[in-house]
C-alpha cells in the first residue's frame, strides 16, 4: 500500500483531517529544507509537498516564483532533491509528494524517474501542466512503480469533475478558486456544492489548496472536506529571513496556527 493511502486510512480511523504543507527545496539551501521537512513532521503534519525548483512556475504565484529563483541560483535540481529525500526517508515516515513541472520528468526520463521516485522514497506527484487528460502518458509507470499521480480538480472543472474524482488515486487536489497559488482573504466559491459534486462520484480522500494561510482559513475550508492544502504561508515563513534557527522558529509558529485550524 501507498503511504498515502495508509496515511488517509489512519486519519479517518481517528475522525481526524489532514494538514498538508509545501515548500521549496532549496530555499534558502538544502540543509534549511531538511530541518523544515523534519519540524513539520515532528509538529503533526501529514503529508509534506515538495517543490522541486522550476524556472517558469506558471500554476505558481509570486511568493514560490521568488523561491523557486533563489533556490535554482543556489544550485538546487532535481538531482538535489533526490539525494535529500533519499538522505532523510529513514527518519521521515510520512508521505512525500513531489510538486513539479512535467518538462523536468520528461528530461529525466519517464521510467528512469519513476524508478527513482520508488527508490528514494516519493509517494506522489503532483504536475500542475499535466493534466487528467494527458495522464496517460504516465499511466503505466505509476501503476508500475506505485508513485501516484496527484490530479487536479477545479470548481470551474464542470463535466470533467466525474473523470478526475474516479481516476484519482491518494487524494484530489481540489483548487479552492482560480488563478495562481498564493495566499486569499476571500473566497468565493460555493464549496459545500463542489465537494457534494465530487462525493457523488467517488469517495477518494479530497484536500482543498490554493489560497490557504491561516488556521482560519483551515478550519473553514476543510471542513468542508478531508483536509488542507498549505503552501504560500509556509514559504513565506521559511524565508523569512535570519539564521536558520529563525527560519525554523517562524516555520514551528506557521505550524502550529495551521494545526489550530485542524485539531
Excluded at 45 to 74: M, Y
Excluded at 177 to 202: A, P
Excluded at 206 to 217: D, K, L, R, W, Y
Amino acid at each position: 500500500m501507498n503511504r498515502i493511502d495508509e496515511k488517509f486510512a489512519q486519519l479517518k480511523k481517528e475522525g481526524k483531517k489532514a494538514l498538508i504543507t509545501f515548500l521549496t527545496v532549496g530555499d534558502p539551501d538544502i540543509s534549511v529544507s531538511e530541518k523544515a521537512i523534519k519540524l513539520m513532521e515532528s509538529e503533526g503534519v501529514d503529508v509534506i509537498e515538495l517543490g522541486v525548483p522550476f524556472s517558469d512556475p506558471a500554476a505558481d504565484g509570486v511568493v514560490i516564483q521568488e523561491a523557486d529563483a533563489r533556490a535554482i541560483a543556489g544550485g538546487t535540481d532535481i538531482h538535489k532533491v533526490f539525494e535529500m529525500v533519499e538522505r532523510i526517508r529513514s527518519d521521515v515516515k510520512i508521505p512525500l509528494v513531489f510538486l513539479l513541472y512535467y518538462n523536468v520528468v520528461l528530461q529525466y526520463g519517464l521510467e528512469e524517474f519513476f524508478k527513482k521516485c520508488a527508490e528514494t522514497g516519493v509517494d506522489g506527484l503532483i504536475i500542475p501542466d499535466l493534466p487528467y487528460e494527458e495522464s496517460d502518458e504516465i499511466a503505466e509507470y505509476v501503476e508500475k512503480y506505485n508513485v501516484y499521480q496527484i490530479l487536479m480538480v477545479a470548481p470551474t472543472s464542470h463535466g470533467r469533475i466525474e473523470k478526475i474524482a474516479k481516476a484519482a488515486k491518494g487524494f484530489l487536489y481540489c483548487v479552492s478558486s482560480l488563478g495562481v497559488t498564493g495566499e486569499k482573504t476571500k473566497f468565493n466559491t460555493d464549496f459545500k456544492k463542489f465537494f457534494d459534486t465530487i462525493r457523488s462520484y467517488s469517495d477518494i480522500p479530497a484536500c482543498v489548496g490554493f489560497g490557504i494561510s491561516n488556521g482560519e482559513q483551515v478550519r473553514k475550508l476543510s471542513s468542508y472536506c478531508d483536509g488542507a492544502i498549505v503552501g504560500s504561508a509556509v514559504v513565506k515563513a521559511i524565508a523569512s529571513g535570519g539564521t536558520t534557527e529563525e527560519r525554523l522558529a517562524k516555520l514551528k509558529e506557521k505550524i502550529e496556527d495551521l494545526k489550530s485550524g485542524i485539531e
